[in-house]
């Protein structure tokens, strides 16, 4: 099988290829045959929206990547806020 990219670009990798073949398995070729180009984009989008906020994953407590990043950045917030106690919770200066 063909690379999605040519060498040296952001698909020349083992992780877009194995994020690819699984949208390929569970999308395109569990859901088929498709109507039309709209139907698979519509399939396209649900499956990026349940992979980003719905998939729990295991390795980091069970919850969707979309709610663990979230958490982090809160957390980076949280510290940057206490190194500098002028930045808000948005991690901007106050207004004043």
Same mark, same amino acid.
């Given at each position: 099988m063909a690379s999605v990219g040519s060498k040296g670009d952001s698909y020349d990798n083992a992780m877009a290829e194995t994020i690819n073949g699984l949208y390929k398995a569970e999308v395109i070729h569990r859901? =088929?045959?498709? +109507? =039309? $180009?709209?139907?698979?984009?519509?399939?396209? @989008?649900? #499956?990026? !929206? #349940? %992979? *980003? *906020?719905? +998939? @729990?994953?295991?390795? $980091? =407590? !069970?919850?969707?990547?979309?709610? %663990?990043? #979230? +958490? @982090?950045?809160q957390r980076q917030l949280q510290a940057a806020a206490s190194w500098f106690p002028g930045i808000n919770g948005n991690g901007a200066a106050p207004v004043t």
């Open positions: 859901k =088929g045959p498709w +109507r =039309g $180009i709209d139907d698979v984009e519509f399939a396209t @989008l649900e #499956w990026v !929206d #349940w %992979f *980003n *906020n719905r +998939r @729990l994953l295991e390795p $980091i =407590g !069970d919850i969707p990547p979309a709610e %663990f990043e #979230w +958490r @982090l950045e």
